[in-house]
């Protein structure tokens, strides 16, 4: 009998043992943490479910698979396409529908451009399960083993060919909604409910076409619809009656000058404008009241826009401008033919200031007192020395015999509108502007004038005489030109004295007009002198420069009006001492005569 703790050698008696390794393995699987053994018994069991799942599906899509709403579990790769190819075709017939109440839109899938790629589909389907790393395999195969489904899409279609269906649907179901409102009844303030409107969910609608178009699925759609709070609500508008009611009690009454004019209470009414603010925006100022914003409160006033309109166009009656002095240069002497005369103008600011306090005045005596300020002349005759204007500047001259009986009527009342005009420094001198309407009421008769692409008799025929006399001294005085337009053709009244056509000024206001500026630092007067069918344009002022003019000359064509031509000439600016300062080139070009022919040989009555 062996002796206690004794180990035995016997051969036999070490069956069933293992290997002293084995027994070490063994050991050591025994020593590991529980959790570790069991993580990797789960492994094994993995391996072996996953296998056990390929092998099942050899060659098939994997259970729980669908593309484009097709359900392909179990199928090969070709019975998947033939399925889902058959789907498609059928689905392509179909049409979805977008239901709203008792109206419905009908949308034709193959109106909408429609385009499946079932093969890539279908290999989408196939591969889940089968890409990736052993664990993304393993997680798809298991999601597939206990029955949660996954759908894969290849498709797609013509945003321009929904977007037409979507907005038909929204014209017929958004409407605005309608803010609470005031109205009157014999001057006493009522509320016009505020309505709700709808307005359809585009985005939500555009999802669900694409969800539905995914899934090759005709089922109906509900229209998604939305309801539009009004911004300004009945209530907060009908607590504020008794202010509004407070504003149109009595009419304003508004003095000036010993003359008086009522400000009626309908006036006052349309003055009135109520709104609301909108609520607060938490995520802009992160203020946790503003989570649970109030209902938006009316505010009410009056609309200053409104009540300054008012007072410009009851201004517009009062004004009156300042006239300036009128000059005359004689002898080279500077003195006034006409004396200034001061203005009179609303002091608009203090006289909208003042109703909208006499608004809030309690009572039936409601008066305002306009507040009206003088204005003097910039020219008055107190200090003729300080305008500068010393000298002839320049001298522009035109010579038009032979020129018809009516032309000169046309040319004299034109020059007379420039007769003894003055030209503040830094003015811009616009002849169109000067000039004002043409008419019988200012003297003028028909005669021929250039309109388009022929001549015709229009009243003021003949202006262009005068505009081309201007722009002669405007050149000479050394003025900057700063809009000048030829005439279409060469006509002869503008070509003395170079013999060539080319130094013209045409105008048509407001389309087209003669502009230069008054740069000498001082004013400018302008005196006009017409003898027969000879017109001078002088400039008065301070004389620093003088404008000199070179040519024109023909750069092709002649005198033969008949014929297209053109000319250019220069124009040297130089100062005193007849150092040039700059120079400046004026092309002209013109088309034959004969391209404008007279289409109305009768006068206007």
């Known amino acids: 009998m062996p002796k206690p703790n004794q180990k035995l050698s016997d051969p036999l008696l070490d069956v069933g043992r293992g290997t002293d390794q084995e027994r070490q393995e063994l050991n050591a699987w025994q020593r590991m943490p529980i959790w570790l053994r069991a993580a990797g018994g789960l492994f094994l069991l993995l391996i072996v479910v996953t296998a056990s799942f390929e092998l099942m599906y050899a060659g098939d899509v994997y259970a729980g698979v669908s593309a484009d709403g097709v359900y392909l579990g179990g199928l090969s790769k070709s019975q998947a396409l033939q399925r889902l190819q058959n789907r498609v075709a059928t689905f392509q017939g179909d049409a979805i529908t977008i239901s709203n109440g008792n109206t419905d839109l009908n949308i034709p899938v193959a109106s909408l451009d429609v385009k499946y790629d079932t093969q890539q589909a279908v290999d989408l389907a196939f591969n889940f399960g089968r890409e990736g790393s052993l664990w993304n395999q393993a997680h798809e195969q298991l999601r597939a083993l206990f029955g949660h489904s996954s759908d894969f899409d290849a498709y797609s279609y013509s945003d321009d060919q929904l977007v037409p269906f979507i907005l038909g649907l929204d014209n017929q179901i958004s409407t605005p909604s309608q803010n609470a409102s005031l109205t009157f009844d014999n001057q006493n303030a009522q509320v016009t409910p505020g309505q709700a409107g709808n307005r359809l969910d585009l985005g939500g609608l555009t999802e669900q076409v ?310 000498t630092g001082h004013y400018i007067l302008i005196q006009t002198i017409m003898n027969g069918d000879d017109l001078k344009f002088d400039f008065y002022g301070t004389k620093t420069k003088v404008g000199v003019i070179r040519g024109p000359y023909f750069v092709s064509g002649s005198n033969d009006a008949t014929k297209a031509s053109h000319t250019v000439f220069y124009r040297d600016v130089e100062d005193l001492t007849g150092k040039v300062l700059s120079t400046n080139t004026f092309q002209t070009y013109y088309q034959p005569s004969v391209n404008y022919p007279i289409i109305n040989t009768l006068e206007l009555n």
């Open 210 to 519: 694409n969800q539905r178009l995914s899934q090759t699925s005709a089922t109906a759609i509900a229209a998604p619809v939305y309801q539009l709070s009004p911004d300004l609500q009945t209530a907060p508008l009908q607590a504020a009656i008794g202010q509004i009611n407070g504003y149109v009690s009595a009419p304003i009454t508004v003095s000036y000058s010993g003359k008086t004019n009522v400000i009626d209470q309908s006036t006052i009414i349309s003055w009135v404008e109520a709104s609301s603010l909108a609520p607060k925006n938490f995520m802009q100022t992160l203020n946790l009241t503003d989570l649970y914003p109030l209902p938006p409160a009316a505010t009410l006033g009056l609309s200053q826009a409104a009540v300054a309109s008012y007072v410009a166009n009851l201004a517009s009656g009062i004004d009156q401008p300042a006239q300036n002095a009128t000059l005359a240069m004689a002898n080279s002497t500077l003195s006034v033919t006409s004396p200034s005369q001061n203005g009179v103008a609303v002091d608009q600011a203090d006289a909208v200031n003042q109703i909208v306090s006499s608004l809030k005045e309690t009572g039936s005596a409601r008066t305002v007192n306009l507040k009206l300020d003088t204005t003097t002349a910039a020219v008055n005759g107190n200090d003729l020395a300080s305008l500068g204007i010393t000298g002839l500047l320049s001298e522009g001259e035109t010579y038009f015999p032979e020129s018809p009986p009516d032309r000169l009527i046309n040319v004299r009342a034109g020059a007379a509108r420039f007769n003894d005009v003055l030209l503040k420094p830094g003015e811009v001198f616009s002849f169109g502007a000067i000039l004002g309407a043409v008419g019988p009421a200012q003297g003028y008769v028909p005669e021929l004038v250039i309109d388009g692409n022929h001549e015709d008799f229009q009243y003021g025929g003949g202006l262009c005489q005068v505009s081309t006399t201007a722009f002669r001294a405007a050149l000479l005085a050394g003025l900057p030109i700063n809009e000048r337009l030829n005439h279409a053709f060469a006509i002869s009244y503008y070509t003395w004295p170079y013999g060539v056509p080319g130094v013209d000024a045409t105008i048509y206001y407001p389309q087209v007009d003669l502009k230069f500026t008054n740069d």
